[in-house]
């Protein structure tokens, strides 16, 4: 069995949510989707800085490798039950 380490965004970890954020951007457009910029904006960066500091972004570890994910307030709800 495979251990899962689910825990909120820190402001430290902008960065890491940053980086994925731009590869996730960077493959779209490899895609011909321009559905986010790449790389990554001001704007999105202030974006997920606010995310990270009301809660909303979780990251998750697996074998010490790091993803993350921007969730809805719905998801933080049932986890903190």
């Known amino acids: 069995m495979t251990a899962i380490d689910l825990r909120l965004a820190t402001p430290e970890?902008?960065?890491?949510v940053m980086a994925i954020i731009g590869e996730a951007a960077a493959w779209l457009a490899n895609k011909g989707i321009d559905q986010w910029s790449s790389p990554p904006n001001i704007h999105w960066q202030r974006r997920m800085a606010a995310a990270i500091e009301h809660?909303?972004?979780?990251t998750a570890g697996i074998d010490k490798e790091?993803?993350?994910h921007r969730t809805p307030n719905p998801v933080r709800s049932l986890l903190a039950r």
């Open 66 to 68: 790091s993803f993350c």
């Open 55 to 58: 809660g909303d972004v979780y």
């Open 13 to 16: 970890e902008l960065p890491l």
